[in-house]
């Protein structure tokens, strides 16, 4: 069983930065088809940063050139640098994963039912 488990989560002042992690567990090779998405009370979630297939990445247009997704297969570990942090950046993220992978970062990212496996979730306060 594939297990996402999510860390790095805080609160910092606007313009600061985090970065967060996800390692992955319960799966023999590397997860092609991963991103981040966050969720705040009462909304959708919705997608922040996503790679799909082909290595193909995405981002929300509120974070493109704020964040930055990475993935190191050899530690089976996800990646979100988030720098100059806004106010509303203040949701929780969660880590996902869609296996098997089959489409672009840009779907993904738009479909967050169709992810099949999601962390815990990890909070992120960003305060003026």
């Known amino acids: 069983q594939v297990q996402l488990v999510e860390s790095g989560g805080g609160s910092v002042q606007a313009g600061g930065s985090l970065r967060l992690s996800c390692v992955v567990s319960?799966?023999?090779?590397?997860?092609?088809?991963m991103g981040w998405f966050r969720q705040a009370p009462g909304k959708p979630r919705e997608g922040v940063a996503v790679?799909?297939?082909?290595?193909?990445?995405s981002y929300a247009d509120s974070v493109k050139g704020r964040f930055t997704i990475s993935k190191d297969n050899a530690k089976n570990t996800l990646y979100l640098q988030m720098n100059s942090l806004k106010p509303e950046d203040t949701d929780i993220y969660y880590c996902?994963?869609?296996?098997?992978?089959?489409?672009?970062?840009?779907?993904?990212?738009?479909?967050?039912?169709?992810?099949?496996?999601w962390g815990q979730g990890t909070q992120v306060t960003v305060s003026s």
């Open positions: 996902a994963a869609v296996i098997p992978c089959f489409r672009p970062s840009s779907w993904l990212l738009l479909h967050p039912l169709s992810v099949n496996h």
């Open positions: 319960g799966y023999t090779h590397s997860i092609d088809c």
């Open positions: 790679i799909g297939s082909g290595g193909t990445t």
